[in-house]
């Protein structure tokens, strides 16, 4: 970023800060300085917490009388994502069915081809579980509140995933890795005989 961009931003800042919090004297004035890499690091952040402290603390002459509010500003975890804001219950539930009913019909008619003892699948109550008999169980069920469906399995353990709307699938936001994917690699794994979930 040019230092001369760089200096507008920094005046701007200083003005809207000192403007909106500090009193015209020049003891009360405080500069910000941001200085190249810190600036793209820190800018935002910094935008934030002016916000957040002229919102706490209104238009303030006297910056030490509102240090304990400062500090709550700043010792404020994140918000809670409203996952109910992301992603409609009537859609989700669309979504996370249609993915459960495939998985259903396409693991059933896996099951039947490969020798497996004790295989066995079957869906109710929102779960749908899978044994491969000694090879391992997997569970996975629709956590509505979460907009997520959750899977555990004898391979990878547990594992959450979000509906991506861009990519049109279930994603495990952690390491990226997807629900159909995941299945269809460790089913392989754990089998010996591919199989097609996508």
Partial sequence: MSSKLLKRVSTSLNSIYNSRLLSSSSSNSIRIHFHNSNFVRHSVSSLILITSYNNTCGCSRNLCSQTSNFNE?????????????????????????????????????????????????????????????????????????????????????????DWDQYTKTWIYRRTKAKLLDTLETEIKQLCGESITLS
């Fill in 73 to 161: 500003v700043l010792s404020q975890g994140p918000t809670a994502v409203d996952y109910s804001a992301l992603l409609q219950e009537d859609e989700f539930h669309e979504l996370a069915d249609a993915t459960m009913y495939d998985l259903l019909e396409k693991i059933e008619e896996y099951g039947d081809s490969v020798d497996t003892d004790g295989f066995d699948i079957d869906y109710g109550n929102q779960v749908l579980t899978v044994k491969f008999g000694d090879l391992g169980t997997y569970v996975l069920n629709k956590q509505t509140p979460n907009r997520q469906i959750w899977m555990s399995s004898p391979v990878s353990g547990p594992s959450r995933f």
